[in-house]
């Protein structure tokens, strides 16, 4: 099977080049657009699985770009490259049917687990029509178990509460809700990451805005929950709220009600509820910083998706999809893994769950030089901690007879700790962190940018985005 073809259209060259080489580098096959029109005539001579476009282009834009795709090819995917000045016009773009929007500058991260999505849905569309559980990999019974509350809860309004470790699979399961919902399936799903916005932007990015309301409000703009209308609004990291939002979000929950910012009118919300975290909740409660009686309103129904170590007889299985899906995406094949490997791997303690293995498989698979997969192709500090027994519980005291302790907010900063390999600095605090680089960087206390550079410098293989 071919690779995946990405259509990449800038007129910027040095954007639109550096977005070629990022993603040949990761072995997509990649054509280039100068302008919307331009693109148009690729369309037409090739079929392309995914559009990559830049907002402000002369003569044809990105929305209009996204119009013709739509209308021609309507099973292609369009993300959209904008500043945040255009963000409200990328909102109502996602109405239109754009898959995602991103702002510059562009982080290759955040990219790549786009991509990934979009393409996943353009892979897998026919079978989640009829499978909500399409594209989930399993065989474990606690899972399985929590596929029987998504069918009972999905012809229900009731609010879902998803908690598990990052890469757990929380994003796959809310989408099964939406999917299984026979009045909401036909509606958007939408999905904001609270913990990646200011509190002003995610109060904008929820309700919406009008014209005036603030510095840059240039016009009225819908939120988040009139886009989902009708449908499901995913709202992950919901520990990143702040107490005022927390107030507001718990309005629109009980009474289904909600201003825009800087607006005087009373809007309805005909959404359902799905709120992720990586926390618990109920601790977050014990030390006053989660409203109580908002806990209780979207604890409604709660699932807590159980980490890869306690899910290991699942790990063949999604080793070998991995591995399948990547060597289609390479243009290779790889036909499995060695013993040593998968030893290797059942040893480890995945501390970035399935979203850590399916990153550590693709770059497997891009080093591979034999058909199967062996030790030699696993990161240097897996093989090196390999030998730590998995972890079966969520516990911090637990992990750290795993994971080496890292030093407190402080302590490791790293001007003050020369004296140590930053290398292994920043691979212990990542690991305490669960790989969330935010955290990490203030343990470090360092900017979140010199971390990002520091992992490029250093050869470090991250697992999961913040």
Same mark, same amino acid.
């Given at each position: 099977?071919?690779?995946?073809?990405?259509?990449?259209?800038?007129?910027?060259?040095?954007?639109?080049?550096?977005?070629?080489?990022?993603?040949?580098?990761?072995?997509?096959?990649?054509?280039?657009?100068?302008?919307?029109?331009?693109?148009?005539?690729?369309?037409?001579?090739?079929?392309?699985?995914?559009?990559?476009?830049?907002?402000?282009?002369?003569?044809?834009?990105?929305?209009?770009?996204?119009?013709?795709?739509?209308?021609?090819?309507?099973?292609?995917?369009?993300?959209?490259?904008?500043?945040?000045?255009?963000?409200?016009?990328?909102?109502?773009?996602?109405?239109?049917?754009?898959?995602?929007?991103?702002?510059?500058?562009?982080?290759?991260?955040?990219?790549?687990?786009?991509?990934?999505?979009?393409?996943?849905?353009?892979?897998?569309?026919?079978?989640?029509?009829?499978?909500?559980?399409?594209?989930?990999?399993?065989?474990?019974?606690?899972?399985?178990?929590?596929?029987?509350?998504?069918?009972?809860?999905?012809?229900?309004?009731?609010?879902?509460?998803?908690?598990?470790?990052?890469?757990?699979?929380?994003?796959?399961?809310?989408?099964?809700?939406?999917?299984?919902?026979?009045?909401?399936?036909?509606?958007?799903?939408?999905?904001?990451?609270?913990?990646?916005?200011?509190?002003?932007?995610?109060?904008?990015?929820?309700?919406?805005?009008?014209?005036?309301?603030?510095?840059?409000?240039?016009?009225?703009?819908?939120?988040?929950?009139?886009?989902?209308?009708?449908?499901?609004?995913?709202?992950?990291?919901?520990?990143?709220?702040?107490?005022?939002?927390?107030?507001?979000?718990?309005?629109?929950?009980?009474?289904?009600?909600?201003?825009?910012?800087?607006?005087?009118?009373?809007?309805?919300?005909?959404?359902?509820?799905?709120?992720?975290?990586?926390?618990?909740?109920?601790?977050?409660?014990?030390?006053?910083?989660?409203?109580?009686?908002?806990?209780?309103?979207?604890?409604?129904?709660?699932?807590?998706?159980?980490? &890869?170590? /306690? @899910?290991?007889?699942? *790990?063949?299985? #999604?080793? $070998?999809?991995?591995?399948? %899906? !990547?060597?289609? =995406?390479?243009?290779?094949?790889?036909?499995?893994?060695?013993?040593?490997?998968?030893?290797?791997?059942?040893?480890?303690?995945?501390?970035?769950?399935?979203?850590?293995?399916?990153?550590?498989?693709?770059?497997?698979?891009?080093?591979?030089?034999?058909?199967?997969?062996?030790?030699?192709?696993?990161?240097?500090?897996?093989?090196?901690?390999?030998?730590?027994?998995?972890?079966?519980?969520?516990?911090?005291?637990?992990?750290?007879?795993?994971?080496?302790?890292?030093?407190?907010?402080?302590?490791?900063?790293?001007?003050?700790?020369?004296? &140590?390999? /930053? @290398?292994?600095?920043? *691979?212990?605090? #990542?690991? $305490?962190?669960?790989?969330? %680089? !935010?955290?990490? =960087?203030?343990?470090?206390?360092?900017?979140?940018?010199?971390?990002?550079?520091?992992?490029?410098?250093?050869?470090?293989?991250?697992?999961?985005?913040?």
């Amino acid at each position: 099977m071919e690779r995946n073809r990405i259509l990449v259209v800038d007129d910027d060259p040095l954007i639109r080049g550096s977005l070629y080489e990022m993603l040949r580098g990761r072995r997509y096959d990649v054509e280039m657009a100068s302008d919307g029109s331009e693109a148009m005539d690729h369309l037409r001579r090739r079929a392309f699985q995914l559009v990559i476009t830049d907002w402000k282009m002369p003569q044809v834009n990105g929305l209009s770009l996204l119009s013709h795709v739509k209308s021609h090819y309507p099973d292609v995917n369009v993300i959209l490259i904008t500043g945040f000045g255009n963000i409200s016009s990328a909102v109502e773009a996602i109405r239109q049917g754009a898959f995602d929007y991103l702002t510059k500058p562009i982080q290759p991260d955040e990219l790549e687990d786009t991509i990934k999505r979009a393409l996943t849905q353009y892979i897998l569309p026919a079978d989640t029509a009829e499978d909500p559980f399409a594209g989930i990999i399993t065989q474990d019974p606690n899972v399985q178990q929590l596929f029987s509350i998504v069918r009972s809860v999905a012809a229900t309004p009731a609010t879902v509460l998803l908690e598990g470790e990052s890469g757990t699979g929380k994003r796959l399961i809310a989408q099964a809700i939406h999917r299984a919902d026979p009045k909401r399936r036909q509606h958007p799903f939408i999905e904001i990451s609270c913990g990646a916005l200011p509190e002003t932007l995610l109060e904008s990015e929820l309700f919406g805005h009008v014209k005036g309301a603030f510095t840059g409000a240039i016009r009225d703009r819908q939120g988040r929950f009139e886009v989902a209308e009708g449908g499901t609004i995913l709202l992950d990291e919901i520990d990143a709220f702040t107490s005022a939002l927390q107030v507001k979000l718990l309005r629109v929950i009980q009474d289904r009600l909600y201003e825009r910012v800087g607006d005087a009118r009373t809007l309805r919300a005909d959404v359902r509820l799905i709120a992720a975290t990586n926390r618990r909740l109920v601790d977050l409660v014990k030390q006053g910083t989660f409203r109580e009686d908002l806990y209780y309103r979207i604890n409604v129904i709660a699932m807590r998706l159980p980490a &890869l170590r /306690e @899910r290991l007889g699942d *790990l063949p299985l #999604l080793v $070998e999809e991995f591995i399948a %899906r !990547s060597s289609r =995406a390479m243009g290779k094949t790889i036909s499995g893994v060695s013993d040593a490997a998968m030893d290797t791997l059942r040893r480890y303690h995945w501390p970035g769950n399935i979203r850590q293995l399916e990153n550590v498989i693709e770059r497997a698979v891009i080093l591979a030089k034999h058909a199967k997969l062996d030790l030699e192709d696993l990161p240097e500090e897996m093989r090196f901690r390999s030998d730590a027994p998995a972890m079966a519980v969520d516990d911090r005291e637990e992990a750290a007879k795993v994971v080496p302790q890292a030093a407190q907010p402080g302590e490791a900063a790293l001007k003050d700790a020369l004296k &140590l390999p /930053e @290398r292994d600095i920043i *691979l212990k605090v #990542l690991a $305490e962190v669960r790989w969330n %680089r !935010s955290e990490a =960087a203030k343990r470090l206390g360092i900017h979140r940018s010199t971390l990002y550079h520091k992992i490029r410098q250093l050869g470090i293989q991250t697992f999961s985005r913040d």
